[in-house]
């Protein structure tokens, strides 16, 4: 591919507060496509029709035809973009990237046991945010993870700040839950398969390439880098054929 394409990637809950957060997360992407011009995207709102509006402000002067990458809940914001700019992607990747309906009310249920508390605090107005160590093993390493290690769980914790309770609960709480319309540009979803959030991922109503791999919800952020390179070969390979 000739030149600096613009590749735009949005973060995901816990880790879009400002640009040092994501850089954390997606710090392996960003070694990876060096040759590209990164845009990072990052929201001090508090709502996700806000997190769209941010987003699309700070992309007002990319040129279409740009790609993008999405993690979890930041293909909810990237969708919100599109259809305010059908023609400013070529094409998007999905890294556990949620659905259009946003968190789907099962895995809101099976949650509810794992992580009660800080989910009774939004309920009450407060941000999300996990409380302990146990609750990050279930929800974004699913007990599972090769980066099971201490030391990336304290990694982890550092660089997750609380999402907002507005911006929670229209990804996720029934009836408050935005559905955000589809891509109009071929979507590339890689869906980890012990992934807590979208190990059932379909993506009804989308032009979606699915690839199932291994790993869980921390899969772009792992510690070690050869376990998510594959996925960033692939992306790449994927991008270039446009």
């Known amino acids: 591919m000739?030149?600096?394409?613009?590749?735009?990637?949005?973060p995901g809950s816990w880790g879009n507060r400002n640009e040092k957060y994501v850089r954390w997360w997606f710090r392996h992407v960003i070694s990876h496509f060096v040759?590209?011009?990164?845009?990072?995207i990052s929201y001090r709102s508090h709502s996700l029709k806000d997190y769209v509006s941010d987003a699309e402000a700070k992309?007002?002067?990319?040129?279409?035809g740009?790609?993008?990458?999405?993690?979890?809940?930041?293909?909810q914001t990237a969708r919100g973009v599109a259809t305010l700019r059908p023609n400013l992607f070529k094409k998007v990747v999905l890294i556990s990237g949620l659905e259009r309906c946003g968190i789907r009310i099962l895995v809101l249920l099976h949650s509810l046991p794992i992580a009660f508390k800080p989910l009774w605090r939004v309920l009450r107005g407060h941000d999300l945010i996990l409380d302990t160590p146990t609750q990050l093993d279930a929800l974004m390493l699913n007990g599972t993870s090769e980066d099971g290690d201490s030391s990336f769980k304290?990694?982890?914790m550092g660089a997750m700040h609380g999402e907002p309770c507005k911006a929670v609960k229209q990804l996720a709480l029934p009836p408050l839950r935005l559905w955000q319309k589809?891509?109009?540009?071929?979507?590339?979803?890689i869906v980890p398969e012990n992934d807590f959030f979208v190990s059932a991922a379909t993506y009804p109503g989308e032009d979606v390439q699915t690839v199932r791999t291994a790993g869980d919800h921390s899969l772009?952020?792992?510690?070690?880098?050869?376990?998510?390179?594959?996925?960033?070969?692939?992306?790449?390979t994927w991008l270039d054929q446009s």
Do not use: H, K
């Open 2 to 10: 000739g030149g600096r394409q613009n590749l735009v990637l949005f």
């Open 35 to 40: 040759d590209w011009n990164i845009i990072l």
């Open 59 to 64: 992309l007002r002067d990319v040129p279409d």
């Open 66 to 75: 740009a790609f993008a990458i999405c993690y979890s809940a930041g293909a």
């Open 154 to 156: 304290r990694q982890l």
């Open 182 to 189: 589809p891509f109009p540009c071929p979507v590339m979803a």
């Open 220 to 236: 772009i952020c792992t510690e070690n880098f050869q376990r998510v390179r594959p996925t960033l070969d692939r992306i790449m």
